[in-house]
């Protein structure tokens, strides 16, 4: 186990490494992207690579105002700014927050940044967004009540939620079995990267993000608990991962608040 290590320290610099190194989700959308989007052609994604349902999102997005909750590195927010949304993005990262300044610039959008743990919007007031879009991210996050409950708060009755997050299943394996093409099932859930010693969770993970594997009661449980009704729901394969071809590794949810 790693001992006093701060997750959301250790998270923060991990994501900005992830910058550095050009992980695919801290890649900026480029101006054709913009431009579509602009004239009314756009998409974003929750989980994998999956576009998520336009029904999913309200009829016409200008005005709207969208909370993209740990959804820095320049792709989501950009593009639900340029369809017309008030965007305010929101990321534990400076420099994932950073690529989402890096396109409003380039392209004269009007998005708003703010640093901070996805467990505490007190940045917010109650009641003044009408989209929360949360990618996944929470796997990243160490208990995920507290995130649900903040993002009842900050949205307007009859806004909504739309998320995107592990099937915690996803966690039984051993990494570097999957790396061989092999599967082993090892860990019990539920499981965190924190609990491998640290010189194997190095040779897994390297100086990457640590991980969670929140259950489904966790996950779907507590938006009911926070008070949400859910309305839809969908899966996608891992798009990085052996496990692609036999289980869903993602899971989208789409809840209101009740108004």
Do not use: K
């Not at 490494?17 to 913009?34: H, K, L, Q, S």
């Not at 949360?134 to 909504?160: D, K, M, Q, Y």
């Not at 949400?228 to 990085?240: K, Q, R, S, W």
């Amino acid at each position: 186990m790693t001992d006093g290590l701060d997750p959301v320290a250790h998270n923060r610099a991990a994501w900005d490494r992830e910058v550095d190194a050009g992980n695919e989700w801290t890649r900026p959308v480029g101006p054709d992207v913009i431009a579509r989007a602009r004239a009314g052609d756009w998409s974003v994604v929750l989980i994998g690579y999956q576009p998520v349902p336009r029904d999913w999102f309200p009829a016409g997005l200008t005005g709207t105002e969208i909370l993209c909750l740990a959804s820095g590195g320049g792709q989501q927010g950009p593009v639900l700014a340029a369809a017309g949304a008030a965007v305010t993005v929101f990321d534990n990262s400076p420099r994932q927050l950073g690529r989402d300044r890096e396109v409003a610039a380039r392209e004269g959008l009007a998005i708003d940044t703010v640093l901070g743990d996805m467990r505490d919007l007190g940045a917010f007031g109650d009641a003044c967004f009408d989209v929360v879009f949360h990618p996944v991210s929470n796997v990243f996050c160490p208990e995920i009540a507290p995130v649900w409950r903040e993002a009842f708060r900050v949205l307007r009755p009859g806004g909504l939620l739309l998320a995107g997050f592990m099937n915690p299943d996803i966690f039984i394996f051993d990494v570097a079995a999957l790396d061989r093409g092999e599967f082993v099932v090892r860990h019990a859930l539920p499981f965190s990267t924190m609990d491998l010693p640290e010189a194997e969770r190095r040779r897994g993970y390297g100086d990457g993000p640590v991980e969670y594997s929140h259950s489904l009661t966790g996950q779907i449980g507590g938006q009911l608990a926070a008070g949400f009704v859910l309305t839809h729901l969908a899966e996608a394969p891992h798009h990085a991962d052996l496990t692609r071809e036999y289980l869903p590794g993602y899971i989208a949810t789409r809840a209101v608040r009740p108004a």
